[in-house]
C-alpha cells in the first residue's frame, strides 16, 4: 500500500508525523494543525515519542479543534510526567477535552489502532534513565495477516471446511507479522536489528557532522548522525528511508551534499527522501528521493 505521510520535523523546533490512511499521528509539535488543518480531524490516534516540547507543544491547538468523545487517543511514554500535567491543564483550558483519553504506555506493548493494524512501543536512548522506567519511545507499526499453514496448502477444500469445522480457523492458520513503518523518534544509533525489515523507515538524522550538539542536547539527551544512519541502513534490510529531524544549523545545500556523498560511499540502493528543516513535506513518498 503506499501511504500518504505529511510531516514536518526540524531539531529543537518542532516534529510531526501524519500517516492519513491510519489515521495516526506520531509526534505532535507546533502547526499539527495549521499545516494539517481539516486533515488534522481524521487522526484517532496519537503516539508521542517523548517529552521534549518541540515534541508536544501542538497538542493544545489540537485538541482543542478535535477533542470528542473517546478521541483522539493520546498514548505517551508512562513514566513521563509532563503528559499529565498537560492533561489537566488542557481539560481546564478547554473542559470538552475531557472525552479524549490520555494513555501511558511502555516499551512492548502493543496498541491496536485498526482491525489488521497495531502500534508496538520500542524503548530508545535518547533519554538515559533505568531499563524499567519509560520516558522515550520508539514506535513501530504492524500489518497483520491470517496465512494458510504449510502443511494445509496442497488439502482438497472440502477436507480444509471438515478441519474448520472440527478444530476452529486457528488451526489451520497463522497470523503474519510484516512492519510496515517505523519511526525511531530522537534517539542515537545503538541496536541494529530494531530497524531491520522495516518497509519504511522514518529516522532522526540531527547531525550532519560529529558535533557535540550541545544547543540541541543540553540535558545530555541523544541524537543521531547522518553517517550513523546511512552506515546501519546499509547493514539491514530496510525498503524506504526518511531522514528528519536535521538541525537548522544546515542548509539544504550542505544536507543534500552530505546524503549524496554517504549515500554514494555506502552504496544504498533504497529510495531515500528527505524532510528539510522549516518545510511541510506533503505526501513524501510521492516526492523524488534524493539518490535518483
Not at 493544545?60 to 478521541?71: E, I, K, S, T
Not at 491543564?89 to 485498526?114: C, M, N, R, Y
Not at 557535540?212 to 530496510?238: C, P, Q, T, Y
Request: aromatic fraction near 8%; proline fraction near 4%; charge should be neutral.
Amino acid at each position: 500500500m503506499n501511504y500518504t505521510i505529511t510531516a514536518y520535523s526540524t531539531a529543537l523546533f518542532s516534529t510531526w508525523i501524519n500517516v492519513e490512511e491510519l489515521n495516526l499521528l506520531i509526534d505532535a509539535g507546533d502547526g499539527i494543525t495549521a499545516g494539517l488543518l481539516q486533515k488534522s480531524r481524521k487522526i484517532k490516534n496519537v503516539f508521542i515519542t517523548h517529552p521534549d516540547r518541540d515534541h508536544l507543544n501542538g497538542l493544545p491547538q489540537f485538541m482543542q479543534l478535535n477533542a470528542r468523545d473517546g478521541m483522539p487517543k493520546i498514548h505517551y511514554p508512562k513514566d513521563s510526567g509532563s503528559f499529565p500535567a498537560m492533561q489537566d491543564f488542557l481539560q481546564k483550558f478547554d473542559p470538552h477535552v475531557t472525552s479524549s483519553p490520555w494513555i501511558g504506555i511502555e516499551a512492548q506493548s502493543k496498541t491496536l489502532i485498526k482491525n489488521n493494524i497495531f502500534v508496538e512501543a520500542i524503548r530508545n536512548e535518547h533519554i538515559q534513565c533505568p531499563a524499567n522506567v519509560h520516558k522515550s519511545l520508539s514506535y513501530k507499526v504492524y500489518e497483520t495477516k491470517s496465512k494458510l499453514k504449510s502443511e494445509f496448502l496442497s488439502m482438497p477444500k472440502n477436507e480444509i471446511i471438515a478441519i474448520v469445522k472440527k478444530h476452529g480457523n486457528s488451526f489451520i492458520s497463522e497470523t503474519i507479522e510484516k512492519n510496515i513503518i517505523s519511526f525511531s523518534g530522537d534517539t542515537p544509533v545503538d541496536d541494529y536489528s530494531k530497524w531491520d525489515g522495516s518497509e519504511i523507515l522514518i529516522h532522526e538524522a540531527t547531525f550532519l557532522m560529529n558535533e557535540d550538539g550541545s544547543r540541541i542536547a543540553s540535558k545530555g539527551n541523544k541524537h543521531s548522525h547522518i553517517d550513523e544512519v546511512l552506515k546501519m541502513v546499509k547493514e539491514i534490510s530496510v525498503g524506504k528511508l526518511i531522514l528528519n529531524h536535521f538541525s537548522s544549523r544546515y542548509s539544504i545545500e550542505e544536507i543534500n551534499h552530505m546524503v549524496r556523498k554517504l549515500v554514494r560511499e555506502y552504496k544504498i540502493q533504497i529510495p531515500v527522501y528527505l524532510i528539510y528543516p522549516g518545510e511541510v513535506k506533503r505526501n513524501i513518498l510521492q516526492s523524488t528521493p534524493i539518490n535518483e
